[in-house]
């Protein structure tokens, strides 16, 4: 039987164009045996819902450096609960502070990722996540 | 989950449930197989296109392209984009979304990325599954982007109706064609990019090439540039022609589905010998005199293999 691979979207919300961190990280899963997909820029959260649907995947990070975190993350988390997706996970990266973190872990994000987390941090929290 | 269940959502076009089913054929879960077998049977009306080609040559935008025209004539449009996986990490990176803007904004497209996992020939194991299960799921034209790698490339054309080559006036010299295989596999070829200097006397070139290995059998050549949308409306209407030629070759399409069968059953088959392998001890035995010189390794490759056929299985004593 062929393994199971750990499927990622690697999304980019609203209105930022700033993509650097959110390619470094896609790469950075890429060598760490998972299978990335990146939405591109200016995607809107049904885009993103749309896009984790036809790929299956097992997780969807969000890259938000604009500070509109909050409202995007609840929108996403809405959006899934409406069409009744509740098996993917979401971590959330990009400029996020400290402040907010607990708020959106509420929200039922798994992990927060601030600009500055060791990239191995990210990779075992999502693999863990997703053994869960 | 009941594959009776999946079959019926996929049918009745629940997104979810096709997307999940492809995610199981591309894991090797039984499930997956049974969805499958049910689909299959009432599957054979879309038209799928195969797109090859050199990397860069600009095959997603190609597609995107085509997805959009189609898409703008009241047709179901269905994307597989398939990208290496990593020898090294196992892992894989899908940026073809990047270059489908166009066709993202087509009501009811459904894009799905695969990684070919290793699979011979730049498509992956999964390919005609994921195919089949949006035809299931009501998809009229789909369009499969293959790896672009050249000499392996054959394999698209077994999932594919009609296959699209893309190349680029910047392909080098005609002993670059000749190496790369490309124009061996392309029912169509499509020369892009002609916004580059000497685009003109490049694509005479290959028409000329054309000429003298494929005989009295012309493959068109259409020239297009995809960024602009330009050739394609051309490109929908050459395919609609290969199509119909396409499908009065009987001996041909037989041919392909046995050529795609024995290919997954070799599949099948490297894995179970794997496995059968591991703990075996005449394997290990052999080995280990491989190893020390003993035996080369081309006999012991046959021994084992004439056992096997004989026996269906490696015998604990060879005779």
């Known amino acids: 039987?062929?393994?199971?691979?750990?499927?990622?979207?690697?999304?980019?919300?609203?209105?930022?164009?700033?993509?650097?961190?959110?390619?470094?990280?896609?790469?950075?899963?890429?060598?760490?045996?998972?299978?990335?997909?990146?939405?591109g820029l200016h995607k809107?959260?049904?885009?993103?819902?749309?896009?984790?649907?036809?790929?299956?995947?097992?997780?969807i990070g969000l890259s938000i450096m604009s500070g509109a975190h909050i409202p995007l993350t609840r929108k996403l988390m809405e959006k899934l609960k409406e069409l009744g997706i509740q098996d993917k996970k979401i971590f959330v990266g990009g400029v996020i502070p400290s402040k907010d973190i607990p708020k959106l872990k509420e929200m039922g994000v798994e992990g927060v990722f601030p600009g500055g987390t060791p990239i191995e941090e990210i990779i075992s929290a999502i693999k863990a996540s997703v053994k869960k | 989950m009941n594959p009776n269940d999946l079959a019926e959502r996929i049918i009745s076009g629940d997104e979810k449930a096709?997307?999940?089913?492809?995610?199981?054929?591309?894991?090797?879960?039984?499930?997956?197989?049974?969805?499958?077998?049910?689909?299959?049977?009432?599957?054979?009306?879309?038209?799928?296109?195969?797109?090859?080609?050199?990397p860069g040559a600009g095959k997603s935008t190609i597609i995107d392209r085509l997805a959009f025209c189609y898409g703008k004539k009241g047709k179901k449009i269905g994307v597989i984009a398939i990208d290496p996986t990593s020898i090294k990490t196992k892992g894989a990176f899908f940026g073809d979304r990047l270059r489908l803007k166009n066709a993202e904004k087509i009501e009811g497209i459904f894009i799905r990325s695969m990684a070919h996992r290793g699979f011979s020939g730049g498509i992956s194991?999964?390919?005609?599954?994921?195919?089949?299960?949006?035809?299931?799921?009501?998809?009229?034209i789909i369009i499969v982007e293959s790896v672009g790698v050249g000499q392996t490339e054959l394999s698209i054309s077994l999932i594919s109706d009609v296959v699209i080559t893309v190349l680029t006036p910047d392909f080098g010299d005609e002993?670059?064609?000749?190496?790369?295989?490309?124009?061996?596999?392309?029912d169509i070829i499509v020369m892009n990019k002609m916004d580059i200097p000497n685009a003109e006397e490049k694509a005479k070139d290959i028409i000329h090439?054309?000429?003298?290995?494929?005989?009295?059998?012309?493959?068109?050549?259409?020239?297009t540039i995809a960024r602009q949308g330009q050739g394609v409306e051309l490109l929908i209407d050459t395919l609609e022609q290969e199509r119909e030629k396409k499908l009065k070759e009987e001996k041909e399409n037989k041919e392909k589905i046995k050529t795609l069968v024995i290919a997954l059953i070799k599949e099948e088959m490297e894995k179970g010998i794997e496995e059968m392998m591991e703990k075996n001890i005449t394997f290990n035995d052999l080995l280990a005199q491989v190893i020390s010189k003993k035996l080369d390794p081309y006999y012991m490759a046959r021994l084992v293999v004439s056992n096997i056929l004989k026996n269906g299985k490696l015998e604990e004593t060879l005779g």
């Open chain 1, 1 to 39: 039987m062929a393994e199971k691979r750990i499927k990622v979207l690697v999304a980019k919300p609203g209105l930022d164009g700033h993509d650097r961190g959110a390619k470094v990280i896609a790469l950075a899963l890429k060598e760490a045996g998972m299978e990335v997909i990146y939405t």
């Open chain 1, 44 to 59: 809107t959260i049904d885009q993103i819902v749309n896009i984790a649907i036809q790929e299956d995947v097992d997780v």
């Open chain 2, 18 to 54: 096709a997307s999940r089913a492809i995610s199981m054929i591309e894991n090797g879960e039984e499930t997956g197989f049974e969805v499958l077998s049910k689909l299959y049977p009432k599957t054979g009306t879309s038209f799928r296109i195969g797109v090859t080609g050199s």
């Open chain 2, 175 to 186: 002993i670059q064609l000749m190496k790369a295989g490309l124009l061996d596999i392309g």
């Open chain 2, 125 to 140: 194991k999964a390919a005609l599954g994921a195919e089949c299960i949006l035809e299931a799921l009501g998809k009229e």
């Open chain 2, 209 to 223: 090439y054309l000429e003298s290995i494929k005989g009295e059998i012309s493959v068109p050549l259409v020239k």
